[in-house]
T-cell receptor, first 116, second 107 residues
Framework: KAGVTQTPRYLIKTRGQQVTLSCSPISGHRSVSWYQQTPGQGLQFLFE???????NKGNFPGRFSGRQFSNSRSEMNVSTLELGDSALYLC???????????????FGSGTQLSVL | GIQVEQSPPDLILQEGANSTLRCNFSDSVNNLQWFHQNPWGQLINLFY???GTKQNGRLSATTVATERYSLLYISSSQTTDSGVYFCAVGYGNKLVFGAGTILRVKS
């Protein structure tokens, strides 16, 4: 089975722009969750999608949004980029239904976003 | 909110040594997982262990949910074990990560 695939691997944007990141889960997995990793804040949960519905959400501003398609692929969008949005963005998939309760997670390699 | 504390923050080992990493959490949790992040940033799931003990090769983990801690044991460490080890707990509707333990194994 192929693992979790994230594209692109690296991205450079300027302040004020928007960005869309993509995540393809492991085949058969219907839950996709997103995380931000920075040296200062560590790993933080952004949100989780299951069957095209956002199930859970972390404490991030509305500039961070996402969606999930019928094939379980997910996209994450960040609008009006700020310097502090520079981070490694990771997505994970699982065959469970709720990241906070009963799932073993499998992570992609991440997208390294740099905001200049 | 919940506090997830990992110790030690840094650990340097000689190849072949054993080590114990600890994860303390301040409230009851729904689940607990251990991850290894390699030097290239890839996060690998080591254990899904809300309670009890599990073993996988040179690695084992124990979670005592009633006392709010989990331990990860690494035996006969190898240079490929280097990286950052995270624990993560399911709390409310989120997954909350600890700050990690940076492990360096020297040959």
């Amino acid at each position: 089975k192929a693992g979790v695939t994230q594209t692109p691997r690296y991205l450079i944007k300027t302040r004020g722009q928007q960005v869309t990141l993509s995540c393809s889960p492991i085949s058969g997995h219907r839950s996709v969750s997103w995380y931000q990793q920075t040296p200062g804040q560590g790993l933080q949960f952004l949100f989780e999608y299951f069957s095209e519905t956002q199930r859970n959400k972390g404490n991030f501003p509305g500039r961070f949004s996402g969606r999930q398609f019928s094939n379980s692929r997910s996209e994450m969008n960040v609008s009006t980029l700020e310097l502090g949005d520079s981070a490694l963005y990771l997505c994970a998939s699982s065959d469970g239904t709720d990241v906070a309760t009963n799932e073993k997670l499998f992570f992609g390699s991440g997208t390294q976003l740099s905001v200049l | 909110g919940i506090q997830v504390e990992q110790s030690p923050p840094d650990l340097i080992l000689q190849e072949g040594a054993n080590s114990t990493l600890r994860c303390n959490f301040s409230d009851s949790v729904n689940n607990l997982q251990w991850f290894h992040q390699n030097p290239w940033g890839q996060l690998i799931n080591l254990f899904y262990i809300p309670s009890g003990t599990k073993q996988n090769g040179r690695l084992s983990a124990t979670t005592v949910a009633t006392e709010r801690y989990s331990l990860l044991y690494i035996s006969s460490s190898q240079t490929t074990d280097s990286g950052v080890y995270f624990c993560a707990v399911g709390y409310g509707n989120k997954l909350v990560f600890g700050a990690g333990t940076i492990l360096r194994v020297k040959s």
